[in-house]
């Protein structure tokens, strides 16, 4: 018989077939039976098809693509309602805790000063690196910037955190970030924040980026890595999710803008490691109503909306999606009204994910390649020459009243279409270089303080 993966994949091939429809449920569902685990596993030794790495037929698997990266996720027109949590928990209104027990060199590029490292697995073995680490802990983030961000409307932290936090064997990796959650815990408990905690990189990179830990690969569905992340996973779950626990920290995010390219990364895997990693999870945390989140792998959140009716998981499964405008080539030759058109644009689509599961926008930014005009109107940019003009490359320190008029109305726009579409939003970051920093935009004024405060109200008409 063929491994589940395999069968599934063969099947789903035909997926026009009503009756292969049937049987891929029913391979899913002897699928999670069988990796079921019984106590806490092993390192390495999680049994599921995942981590054998052998039984993956590509030939097969490459065939099933439900969306296409191609073009926008289709639009749901069928909604159902959102099952109920047995404790609702309210819109997240957050922030991402960036650049702290994740160390990414654009964030912090003082420091990696006098170093050749280019990610944390590089900088992590150079020469006081211990010490480095252990300043920039203490400093990047502290108890009072969450009573801080208590007083601008902030009620969730989003906290990346790398596995070798957990599991650093045969690895550079410094151990120790586990312990300045623990304190980021409990500073949002006094201050009355709640805590995500976000598996931001896994064994072998999942997206062969920076800000996976280790920018090679990515190989994090190849040999034992894709083991050793659920390993991890239930580490996680065991402690974060314990009812102790509870009172503050209301989700685990499984992983962090995973890749289904390089080395053996195929979309049908991705998904696997989602059925396996939630029901690792599951199984290990004491707290029934910890959220379980998966990142939405570059395809949208309507990617994922049939996981909740697979796992039963009765709202506690949620998807994350990233929503940026500064990275594709295409967003660069936009003015800025046309991207608060496109961030507008985008509503429908995160409202009917949303009705079917908790879709909650874990990534944004107030960031857009534009420059402003001296008469207040933009254009596409990083540079220019006519008197009057600048570009948002600029000193943010810097920045006339027209630009920072300007990059509230997109920021204003995008809030609101995340507080009425989605279950939650995060800014990347709390603290970055330029319009990268959540404290420079409150300080500047070009993000609300409070963060439901308007200045430029309805810029995406009404919305229901």
Same mark, same amino acid.
């Given at each position: ?28 569902i002897l699928h999670l039976v069988a990796s079921l685990p019984t106590g806490p596993a092993p390192l ?90 252990? &300043?920039? @802990?203490? /400093?990047?983030? $502290?108890?009072?910037?969450? #009573?801080?961000?208590?007083?601008? +409307?902030?009620?969730?932290? *989003? ?99 995973? &890749?289904? @390219?390089? /080395?053996?990364? $195929?979309?049908?895997?991705? #998904?696997?490691?989602?059925?396996? +990693?939630?029901?690792?999870? *599951? ?74 599961l908790p879709t909650f926008v874990g990534e944004w930014s107030p960031v857009t390649n534009i420059c ?67 404290v420079t935009g409150v300080q500047n004024g070009f993000i609300p303080n409070p963060i439901t405060a ?11």
């Amino acid at each position: 018989m063929p491994s589940s993966l395999s069968f599934v994949s063969a099947v789903v091939s035909r997926r026009n077939d009503a009756t292969a429809l049937v049987v891929v449920l029913l391979a899913v569902i002897l699928h999670l039976v069988a990796s079921l685990p019984t106590g806490p596993a092993p390192l390495g030794a999680y049994p599921n098809d995942l981590a054998a790495g052998g039984k993956h037929d590509p030939a097969q698997a490459d065939e099933y693509k439900p969306f296409s990266l191609d073009g926008d996720p289709p639009r749901i027109d069928v909604i159902e309602p959102l099952a109920e949590r047995s404790e609702p928990l309210g819109l997240l209104r957050g922030v991402n805790v960036g650049g702290w027990l994740l160390l990414e060199k654009w964030m912090s590029p003082e420091l990696f000063a006098g170093t050749n490292a280019t990610d944390q697995w590089t900088f992590d073995g150079t020469a006081g690196a211990a010490a480095k680490l252990q &300043a920039h @802990w203490d /400093t990047w983030f $502290t108890q009072a910037d969450v #009573r801080w961000l208590r007083g601008v +409307g902030i009620n969730t932290l *989003r906290v990346p955190i790398g596995f070798w936090a957990y599991d650093n064997a045969e690895t550079p990796y410094l151990h120790g970030a586990d312990a300045y959650l623990e304190k980021a815990i409990g500073w949002a408990r006094e201050a009355g924040l709640k805590v995500w905690v976000d598996c931001h990189g896994l064994p072998g990179s999942q997206n062969g980026l920076d800000h996976s830990g280790h920018a090679v690969g990515p190989a994090w569905q190849t040999g034992p890595n894709m083991a050793r992340a659920l390993a991890v996973l239930q580490t996680m779950a065991r402690k974060y999710g314990a009812v102790a626990y509870a009172d503050t920290v209301i989700g685990l995010q499984l992983v962090n803008e995973p &890749a289904a @390219w390089g /080395t053996g990364s $195929t979309m049908p895997r991705t #998904r696997l490691f989602a059925y396996d +990693g939630y029901q690792a999870v *599951r199984a290990q945390a004491a707290n029934p109503s910890l959220l379980i989140v998966m990142h939405d792998a570059f395809q949208g959140p309507a990617f994922w909306t049939d996981f909740p009716a697979i796992l039963g998981s009765d709202g506690l499964f949620g998807v994350d999606t990233h929503q940026y405008q500064c990275f594709v080539p295409d967003d660069s030759t936009l003015d800025q009204a046309q991207h608060i058109r496109k961030a507008c644009a985008r509503a429908p689509d995160l409202r009917a994910a949303n009705a079917r599961l908790p879709t909650f926008v874990g990534e944004w930014s107030p960031v857009t390649n534009i420059c402003v005009l001296a008469d207040g109107s933009t254009t596409p940019g990083s540079s220019c020459a006519q008197p009057g003009c600048q570009c948002q490359s600029a000193d943010v320190d810097r920045w006339n009243p027209q630009m920072v008029a300007q990059v509230r109305r997109y920021v204003e726009a995008q809030l609101d279409v995340f507080e009425s579409s989605t279950s939650g939003h995060f800014m990347w970051s709390f603290k970055g270089p330029g319009a990268w920093s959540f404290v420079t935009g409150v300080q500047n004024g070009f993000i609300p303080n409070p963060i439901t405060a308007r200045r430029f109200p309805s810029q995406c008409g009404p919305v229901p």
